[in-house]
């Protein structure tokens, strides 16, 4: 076999892995956003068949069922709010710890650091239990703060600013410290607007882990005031007739921001992604 | 301006690491000063010692005899130009020029007049609207020396802002540099380890070796009068040949060296008696020094054997080694070598592997003892009778 047909086969390997993956990745999600346009009926009948993916009419109808079943503006509301309470307050408390583990000379900073990295790899359900009679104690169940507290300080998201901070040139900080700037002149004026990436990449991360959570809310909310979507989506396995098309519809309409947010921070999360040092 | 003074200033890392050892350095107001020396000397720990972006260990460090030890970076009044220039990405060349003005609330109009002085001084005004990013390494520069010089700091400390650039450009800001800190008259202390840049910039120069200074002075001073053997290796482009050898006899006014079974007499008022030397020393003599001349007994005369020959242009690099192989022992043997390096016309023809004699003044030798930290011999100091033979 020649050194060309050797690279042609390599070539092909290459793209039917790819698209396997890639079919795996975006198939769900096609079959979801086709599915909710169909009707009820045809969704389930219709899944092993080629009308799956082109169906033979399509209607607007199940994300007018879906909104009228369940409060969807209230939950979506809810959702937005703790989100963006989660990654605001996330992004100011992260990037500061990552910029003090990264820069500040502080006593006991490598024990800290080792902290970050222990807690980052215990699962959430791991301490859901212990936090649900901590935090019910005192008092926060059923409101929006039991919701955001708990997730703004986060162990990735920290790593990935501590990992970011490290490989920024230390001379732009120096040279702000000598043109006059303190610490947190330097940090607000130079550093955060170079750091464009590593914020692109935690708010996309934390918003698609708070996106969906479902556990804790679950545990800690009993009133729909205050619950997301993702407890919304589960009351219509629980509220019959089970409709299909509409639950595919309600998918669709929750999973629309994300893929909103994640289109407009993608450029950036790429570059903050691979500058802290977890390629790919 | 400024008047700095270190006064034995040390600074020690964990391990222990003594980066910086008891220097003191006096510097006049308006001097330009430049530290050089091999890579991790501690020149850049010095400076940043002054700027604030180290503490000090031990010692104090004065401004205008006011210590500066324990005065944060903001409030020295220093401007550093880095290595790699530290220009904030994400402003234009106005902005980081604006920026060190508007952290001392410098009134806006005042500093939109500045910005202006210093750009046109420099030849930015037709990139003031440009990231860094657009900028070539060249105009990086200028702008990183621009906004040293826009809040008009008490020092300027430069920390090698010019091994980024071509060899041409080199040339080019560095005598810009030096222009500009006349026309400004700014202290400032300027670090390199290239020696030509030493050569040409400072009033004065500080060699420095593992953390200790080893010579300050005009740089004409101290490449003709080197105060030890590194000082003497490390200025020069090629350095001084520094030759183990063997003094065979050391009276006053004579001296006989044994290089490698070569015998060489030399003859003047300025030689060091025996007990100074000691058996063995250190034979120096600058590349250019070593003339190519006829066999003749009857003045001193190295044989060597040509090695390797690289032409530079008008001048060319001859590098040799001793007829014999045997060099004497001194406790420098493994530091210097009997490689030695003449610097020759083109003119002259040079045959790889043939041997030649070059002839040796008494004027134009250094005598180092034994250990390489000492020079045994001041021939500058005095005048230097005619060589007799």
Known sequence: ?280 | MAAIRFDQVSKLYPGPVRAVDGVSIDIRDGEFLVLVGPSGCGKSTLIRMLAGLESVSAGVISIDDRSVNDLPPEQRNTAMVFQNYALYPHMTVRGNLAFPLKMRKTPPAEARAKIDEVAELLELSPILDRKPAQLSGGQRQRVAMGRAIVRDPAVFLMDEPLSNLDAKLRTQIRADIASLQHRLGTTTIYVTHDQVEAMTLGHRICVMKQGAVQQIGPPGEVYERPANAFVAGFLGNPGMNLIPAGAVSAAPDRLELDLAGQSLAFESSAIPSGDRIGSNCLLGVRPEALTPVKPNSQEPQLRCTIEAVELIGHEQLAHLSLASSEMPSTPLAGSYTDKIIARIPSTVRLERGSAMWFGLSPDAIYIFENDGEKRSIDHRATESPPVES
Do not use: H
């Open chain 1, 1 to 280: 076999m020649s050194v060309t047909q050797r690279n042609l086969w390599r070539q092909a390997i290459r793209l039917l892995v790819l698209g396997l993956c890639t079919t795996a990745m975006v198939a769900p999600l096609v079959f979801m956003i086709i599915g909710s346009l169909k009707p009820d009926a045809a969704v389930l009948t219709e899944a092993g068949t080629l009308a799956a993916i082109f169906p033979n009419e399509v209607s607007l109808q199940n994300y007018t069922d879906a909104a009228r079943r369940v409060p969807f503006g209230r939950f979506l509301f809810n959702s937005a709010l703790i989100n963006l309470a989660i990654v605001v307050l996330g992004l100011a408390v992260n990037a500061l710890a990552g910029y003090a583990l990264a820069r500040l000379d502080l006593p006991g900073k490598k024990i800290a650091l080792a902290l970050v990295m222990a807690v980052l790899v215990i699962p959430f359900e791991a301490i859901a239990i212990p936090l649900f009679y901590q935090l019910s104690a005192i008092g926060l169940r059923d409101s929006y703060l039991v919701q955001i507290v708990p997730f703004i300080a986060n162990p990735l998201s920290i790593y990935l600013f501590y990992s970011f901070f490290l490989n920024l040139p230390r001379e732009l900080e120096e040279a702000a410290r000598l043109d006059g700037a303190g610490t947190w002149r330097t940090f607000i004026t130079i550093i955060v607007p170079n750091a464009k990436p590593v914020f692109a990449a935690v708010t996309i991360v934390s918003f698609l882990f708070s996106w969906g959570a479902y556990l804790w809310p679950l545990l800690m909310t009993t009133r729909a005031a205050v619950r997301p979507l993702p407890l919304a989506i589960a009351s219509f396995y629980t509220l019959p007739p089970r409709q299909w098309g509409d639950i595919l519809a309600f998918g669709v309409m929750m999973v629309a921001p994300l893929l909103v947010i994640f289109i407009v921070f993608q450029r950036w999360f790429v570059t903050g992604v691979a500058n802290s040092g977890m390629k790919g």
